[in-house]
């Protein structure tokens, strides 16, 4: 098992996210624990900004967040993306606009995210999350299947 650290941060004084701090390429980053997320997900901006040469593949279905119907949905192969001590080669991640998650993070909690982790990675990890040790334990054999 790996243990990858975990930031908590308080919402307003009456919810609480989880933080983990990543690599994707050369760029460290912060993104969003979320158990309800199905897919990893990028924001489209931090891409395009960051990454010039990404390929971003258009899906046909769009994508519901919270608070909104319908996003336009991207894909995008991800390489490099290491999460604690874990390196995953190549990620098939979901790619939005998710400049007001962005802008919630950095007016509530002075936070700089470019994305979720989601349900791909915890489920391939066989995830647990250890809240009285703020600590992600994945499993890196699962992880390291199916990249």
Known sequence: MIKVPLELVEIEGNGCHLLVEATIGEELVMLVLDTGASRTVIDKGFLESQFQEIQLNAEE??????GSIDLES????????QIGVLMIPELEAAVIDLSQLIDFYELKVSKKIAGVLGGDILLKGNAVIDYARLELLLSK???AMDN
Do not use: C, D, I
């Open 141 to 143: 054999h699962e992880l």
């Open 61 to 66: 279905t769009s994508s519901a967040g919270v």
């Open 74 to 81: 991207f894909t995008t192969q991800l390489k490099g993306v």
